[in-house]
């Protein structure tokens, strides 16, 4: 993409983007927040929690609703009956992560997601027993990681191994990443990394790394919290053994709502696999039979544990009904443009001021920007807030990193120019 012929530092040009949308629609889906004079936020923080889908409350409405008329038959008779809910979700959840709908789930909370995950894909041995995951790991998959490796009776200093960035740089290398993955070798149990990094924005595609992670002999894991719904990530053509995810940030389900849990296919039937069961996971055509004997549904399914949080389902069910309408390919096209217009003029008009650490190339980054302001003088929390104070909506990461996502479904490019406005007002000219 030239950004030079698409994009000019004038507001026109972003009226001008945004009167060219076709997605532009969508953000009248979604509560945006407004501040107290009633002017709608900048809100770039899609990236920690996703804004409201008008059609959650619907959806939300519909259980209560449901759960007063017909109590215990809304399990069957409910419009959206509870024993099955889970696989209204699973089509779209296929659809939005490139699977399979045998193999997601939307279940539980990630980080219990990730451990359900490595009970069965982390079956260490005396030699193979190490992890693979990256220094700035997101601090509970770390917790995660490190207590399964003392569960099974091995020390995190040795079986734990970190990837870093070189001195100097803030994103992985793909070679890097391979030459480790070459060194540990058959040492390698299980690699868990990001789709997108949450710190520096960075995408590793799963479909890259997993066959180098085979090649070992390894299990192939990823979190992507901070990719699904984010970009499409094709897991069931990676290879991936497993991946993880949650719903409040790009996927706009709301705070707490159920996670998400993928399993390739090859695995779906494999009752070979240790697992920890619940009565979820268990044939659906007897669970009520109520008998001892557990037998395991095929597929990602087979994971579940107990009967779903209905409420904490039911934003889903809304939210994914707009990724299915908007599609994650056209999304991803138009994030390509609004992330690309924020460099643009971030470079444009604070050249010298601010740091981006994610990496310039769009295929290797979602739609999120992570910044640094080069000043010491504002390079402190205080910038975060008054950007805030201003009405743009960010997030601040210790200990100087501002991280900015427009996100496609309801961000539009005047947003970005009003970001940039306020932040270059901020910064003042360059000293
Ligand atoms: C947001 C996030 C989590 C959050 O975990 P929860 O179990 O949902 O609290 C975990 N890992 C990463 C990489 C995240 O970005």
């Known amino acids: 993409m030239s950004s030079h012929r698409l994009f000019e530092s004038t507001p026109a040009c972003a009226e001008g983007l945004d009167a060219d949308d076709r997605l532009a629609r969508f953000r009248d889906l979604f509560f945006v ?89 982390y079956r260490p041995s005396s030699d193979r027993n190490r992890i693979l995951i990256e220094k700035h790991a997101f601090p509970s998959d770390r917790y995660a990681v490190e207590s399964q490796i003392r569960f099974h009776g091995f020390d995190p200093e040795d079986a734990l191994v970190e990837l870093s960035a070189r001195e100097g740089e803030h994103c992985l290398r793909l070679e890097d990443v391979a030459e480790t993955i070459d060194r540990l070798g058959n040492t390698l149990a299980l690699a868990v990394l990001p789709g997108v990094q949450y710190y520096t924005g960075q995408y590793l595609d799963p479909a890259e790394l997993t066959p180098l992670i085979h090649a070992v002999g390894a299990a192939a894991g990823y979190d992507l919290a901070h990719a699904t719904g984010n970009l499409p990530v094709g897991l ?103 992330t690309g217009f924020l460099e643009f003029l971030l470079r444009e008009r604070l050249a010298g001021q601010i740091e981006i650490l994610t990496p310039s190339q769009p295929e290797q980054r979602g739609c999120q920007l992570s910044l640094k302001v080069r000043d010491p003088r504002h390079a402190g929390k205080q910038l975060h807030r008054r950007l805030e104070e201003a009405g ?40």
């Open 33 to 121: 927040p407004t501040d107290s004079s009633g002017s709608e936020q900048v809100y770039f923080c899609g990236n920690s929690l996703g804004l409201q889908p008008r059609t959650a409350v619907d959806s939300v409405k519909e259980v209560l609703e449901d759960w007063r008329q017909f109590a215990v038959a809304g399990h069957l008779e409910g419009r959206h009956p509870w024993l099955p809910y889970h696989e209204f979700l699973a089509d779209q959840l296929a659809e939005l992560v490139g699977a399979l709908p045998l193999e997601v789930v939307a279940m539980n909370t990630l980080t219990v997601n990730l451990h359900l995950m490595m009970v069965s894909f």
């Open 236 to 338: 069931h053509d990676s290879g991936a053994d497993f991946a993880v995810w949650c719903s409040y940030k790009y996927m706009n389900a709301g705070p707490g709502a159920i996670a998400g849990c993928f399993v390739h296919e090859r695995h779906a039937r494999d009752e070979t696999l240790p697992r920890f069961a619940g009565w979820w996971g268990h044939d659906k055509h007897t669970r009520f039979l109520m008998d001892p004997g557990f037998q395991v549904m095929s597929g990602a399914e087979g994971w579940q544990l107990s009967n779903p949080s209905i409420f904490a389902a039911a934003p889903l069910l809304a939210s994914l009904q707009i990724f299915h309408d908007a599609g994650i390919d056209r999304l991803r096209d138009k994030s390509l443009k609004l």
């Open 392 to 431: 743009c909506i960010s997030d601040w990461r210790e200990p100087d990193v501002i991280r900015v996502a427009p996100v496609p479904l309801y961000n539009c490019f005047r947003d970005v120019w009003a970001f940039v406005d306020t932040l270059a007002d901020l910064l003042g000219p360059s000293a």
